[in-house]
């Protein structure tokens, strides 16, 4: 029996087959669940495409639905279409991300507030709206697990980005707290830099990605995602049951090394 045998899953955030969500969609799959992913606007032909080359043991299609985190209608459509197809959701992977262009590079002073606003809607609130759409479903409890990056430094060229990844971080306590209650944890996992198209946005990646292997006691793969595939996997499993409200680095260890 598989790690997520039979769980209902929902992953937002393929793109490509280089994204972290695709990794977390096929290990789930080779680990018994059955999932769905979600896709926005012009990338969401992206993602219908994506979900043809992801491995169903079965050799079933992957279904693809149109949820863009800004419009509560998209979730509430989702949520009664999974409601008829599934009759619950067991877990959520949130990996939505979005900064406009002024608010990476160099120049932190010079991304307006509507920009930000945006990082900030999408890349955090998000999390909460995803919750909106889902938690009705999960009667018996489940599990929100979201992709992170450790945001207790400055980063160069993150930016506004790293400020929306640490609203992002509060967040996901705070759903803890109030979704506790109701047997739903919310975790994040705090990744290492991985070369994904979402990475590629960033202006000076190569800034993370260089010194990342040097550096991380069990060293770094930039083109690997199945250390975060798995960590995801299992977070979204019934094997942290006591779990919730808690960031998970899987980064080689990079984050506990001071030079």
């Not at 926005?40 to 985190?69: C, M, S, Y």
């Not at 509060?170 to 070369?195: H, Q």
């Not at 094997?239 to 409200?245: L, Q």
Request: hydrophobic residues 45%; negative net charge.
């Amino acid at each position: 029996m598989g790690l997520l045998e039979n769980k209902k899953i929902v992953i937002t955030g393929v793109l490509t087959d280089a994204s972290l969500a695709y990794g977390v969609a096929q290990i789930a799959l080779d680990e018994g669940a059955d999932i769905v992913l979600t896709g926005a606007g012009r990338a969401l032909r992206l993602t219908q495409r994506t979900a043809r080359k992801l491995e169903h043991p079965n050799g079933d299609a992957i279904d693809v639905f149109e949820l863009d985190v800004t419009v509560p209608e998209h979730g509430i459509a989702v949520r009664e279409a999974l409601a008829e197809k599934w009759g619950r959701v067991d877990g959520v992977l949130h990996a939505v991300a979005f900064a406009p262009e002024s608010c990476l590079g160099e120049d932190f002073m010079g991304a307006p507030w509507d920009d930000v606003a945006t990082a900030m809607h999408i890349s955090a609130y998000s999390l909460k709206a995803l919750a909106d759409a889902f938690v009705p479903l999960m009667g018996d409890g489940g599990s929100f697990v979201g992709l992170d990056f450790d945001n207790r430094q400055a980063w160069p060229a993150y930016n506004w980005m790293g400020v929306a990844k640490s609203a992002l971080q509060s967040v996901s306590r705070y759903l803890a707290r109030e979704l506790g209650p109701k047997g739903i944890r919310s975790n994040l996992i705090a990744a290492g830099p991985i070369k994904t198209m979402a990475a590629k946005s960033i202006p000076g990646f190569a800034a993370f990605e260089e010194p990342w292997d040097g550096r991380a006691p069990l060293g770094w793969d930039v083109t690997n995602s199945e250390p975060v595939a798995r960590s995801v996997a299992a977070l979204l499993s019934d094997w942290f049951p006591a779990t919730t409200g808690e960031i998970i680095h899987v980064d080689g260890g990079y984050h506990a090394i001071g030079a």
